[in-house]
């Protein structure tokens, strides 16, 4: 067996076996492969594709090319989510102890944000003593301690899918189906979890911009998730515009702690009782999702939520006094407000655009490594389908560094469209794959 006798094997449209695929994994992790001929491999992928038998195999063999976090010494159900991204998605902040306050475990590994979306752990990491960085060992202890943990790994996750997913991002092959789909898996199936729930976001702030995609994502997820013995299901969510009010890490953190006392949002609070009632389905917690959004409003209004959050802050070495005074958190030292500049209706409010200029503010980080601002960032005021009058303030930047506060008004601006037709409000909730 050798690489260029199975690229030419994907370029002519041919399947490759599992220990094909093996050979492949393996001999590029250990650089027995070269670069360009994994990143011919990749177009190949690209241009022909792959079936779900491959899809799956290549995804399993990435998962077991790191450590993994088996389900021994937890005796209750294990789930975990995954959300392909967007513009104030702070769902985790609020499902993870969510789900952990009805008895399952949830340790969720996640990154920190690049580009124009934030990052799960960037958002955590404004608490102060925050640790997110953890070990296999150390993620374990706080599972025992606090029935949910989020961190960023320190340990070998998926690497083979690492190395992987930096030479697609320099060689065009990132929009791949089959690639997508593998890279995601691969790094879910590292936990041994009983069941998975897919955020599958569409819309401008999205990766996946048009509806049809986001199916073909969300369907691939779920039958590749199934094939590797875990219970899935995806939803597929709004990101025509930001989730919530606020977009930034302290101003996120805040929202989704104002939502686990129950006055947060109604559209990340639906998001989240949507999600999370799919977990307990699954988990037989509850027999049907209406069942379970009612067990999860109770532990929101009961506060027990908003308590696990804590037991989860404090096993990570963070301070859990700002869960219940979060004015302790940072705070930008100026707020700079966008007025209407006409009377009308909100059509359209760009997710994208207010990522970016949140980002500009300093909240996001253009290469790994880089410091971020916690306290910047844009919370708004009106959402698609409000009613605005001229002179009404549409939004407010949190702002530190003056360099670069008129770049990101003109983007805030530029992502409202105000017309005079009453438009529909975006359904939050676009399909369903189980
Ligand atoms: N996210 C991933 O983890 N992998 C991809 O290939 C695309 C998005």
């Known amino acids: 067996m050798n690489a260029v006798e199975l690229i030419r094997k994907k370029r002519d449209g041919q399947r490759l076996a599992r220990p094909e695929l093996e050979f492949l994994v393996r001999h590029y992790l250990e650089g027995k492969i070269p670069d360009y001929q994994m990143a011919?491999?990749?177009?190949?992928?690209?241009?022909?594709?792959?079936?779900?038998?491959?899809?799956?195999?290549?995804?399993?063999i990435m998962a077991d090319s790191g450590d993994r976090l088996s389900h021994e010494g937890f005796d209750g159900f294990i789930a975990d989510k995954h959300?392909?991204?967007?513009?104030?998605?702070?769902?985790?902040?609020?499902?993870?102890?969510?789900?952990?306050?009805?008895?399952?475990?949830m340790p969720k590994l996640s990154g920190r944000g690049l580009g124009y979306t934030g990052g799960t752990i960037d958002k955590l990491e404004a608490i102060p003593g925050f640790r997110a960085p953890l070990t296999l060992e150390e993620l374990k202890r706080c599972l025992c301690q606090a029935g949910a943990a989020i961190s960023e790994s320190t340990f070998q996750l998926a690497p083979a899918d690492q190395k992987l997913y930096?030479?697609?991002?320099?060689?065009?092959?990132?929009?791949?189906?089959?690639?997508?789909?593998?890279?995601i898996l691969s790094k879910k199936l590292v936990i041994d979890?009983?069941?998975?729930?897919?955020?599958?976001?569409?819309?401008?702030?999205?990766?996946?911009?048009?509806?049809?995609?986001?199916k073909a994502l969300a369907g691939l997820l779920v039958s590749i998730a199934k094939r590797c013995g875990r219970?899935?299901?995806?939803?597929?969510?709004?990101?025509?515009?930001?989730?919530?009010y606020n977009v930034g890490n302290a101003l996120e953190l805040k929202e989704a702690l104002a939502t686990l006392q129950s006055h947060g949002p109604a559209d990340l609070t639906e998001i989240v009782l949507r999600l999370g009632s799919e977990?307990?389905?699954?988990?037989?917690?509850?027999?049907?999702?209406?069942?379970?959004?009612?067990?999860?409003?109770?532990?929101?209004?009961?506060?027990?939520?908003?308590?696990?959050?804590?037991?989860?802050?404090?096993?990570?070495?963070g301070d859990a006094d700002v869960v219940r005074q979060p004015h302790r958190l940072s705070c930008a030292r100026e707020k700079l407000e966008l007025k209407a500049k006409k009377t009308g209706w909100v059509g359209a409010l760009?997710?994208?655009?207010?990522?970016?200029?949140?980002?500009?503010?300093?909240?996001?980080?253009?290469?790994?490594?880089?410091?971020?601002?916690?306290?910047?960032?844009?919370?708004?005021?009106?959402?698609?389908?409000?009613?605005?009058?001229?002179?009404?303030?549409?939004?407010?930047?949190?702002v530190n560094e003056q360099t670069h506060w008129a770049e990101a008004m003109a983007r805030v601006e530029s992502a409202f469209q105000i017309g005079r037709i009453r438009p529909r409000r975006p359904a939050l909730v676009r399909g369903r794959v189980a």
């Not at 939803?235 to 989730?243: C, E, F, G, K, R």
């Not at 997710?351 to 980080?365: N, P, V």
């Not at 916690?374 to 303030?393: C, N, S």
């Open 83 to 105: 959300s392909t991204g967007g513009v104030g998605d702070k769902v985790s902040l609020v499902l993870v102890p969510l789900i952990a306050a009805c008895g399952l475990y």
């Open 279 to 317: 977990l307990l389905v699954m988990a037989k917690q509850a027999r049907t999702v209406t069942a379970g959004w009612e067990l999860l409003r109770r532990k929101l209004l009961s506060g027990e939520g908003l308590h696990k959050f804590s037991e989860m802050v404090r096993a990570q070495g």
């Open 166 to 183: 930096a030479l697609r991002d320099v060689t065009a092959s990132v929009e791949s189906l089959p690639l997508i789909v593998s890279s």
């Open 40 to 60: 011919a491999f990749c177009m190949a992928v690209y241009f022909r594709s792959m079936d779900v038998r491959e899809i799956t195999d290549f995804t399993q």
């Open 350 to 398: 760009d997710a994208r655009l207010i990522g970016e200029a949140a980002h500009s503010l300093g909240a996001g980080r253009a290469a790994m490594g880089e410091r971020i601002d916690h306290a910047v960032g844009v919370e708004l005021f009106k959402k698609i389908g409000d009613q605005v009058t001229k002179g009404e303030p549409l939004a407010c930047l949190h």
């Open 193 to 214: 979890s009983d069941g998975l729930v897919f955020d599958v976001k569409v819309g401008s702030g999205a990766m996946m911009r048009a509806l049809s995609p986001a």
């Open 231 to 244: 219970r899935a299901v995806a939803l597929i969510t709004d990101m025509s515009q930001p989730l919530g």
